[in-house]
């Protein structure tokens, strides 16, 4: 009897709430953006990586 509960109820409840949980994580993820960079590069990426390469 106990385990009836557990598995019918029970597991449907921790399930929507997972669900939920999940859907609103996301959904405040895409909200939230992503932000402009700020940051002014000082050189060319390509000399920098060429660099990198040959020391």
Known sequence: ???DFIDGP????????FAIGV???L???IRLG???DLAVPR????AGG???ILS
Do not use: C, K, L
């Open 27 to 29: 959904i405040s993820i």
């Open 34 to 36: 992503v932000p402009g």
């Open 50 to 52: 060429m660099r990198t």
């Open 23 to 25: 859907i609103w994580r």
């Open 1 to 3: 009897m106990f385990t």
């Open 43 to 46: 050189e060319d990426g390509g």
């Open 10 to 17: 029970f597991w449907t409840f921790s399930v929507s709430v």
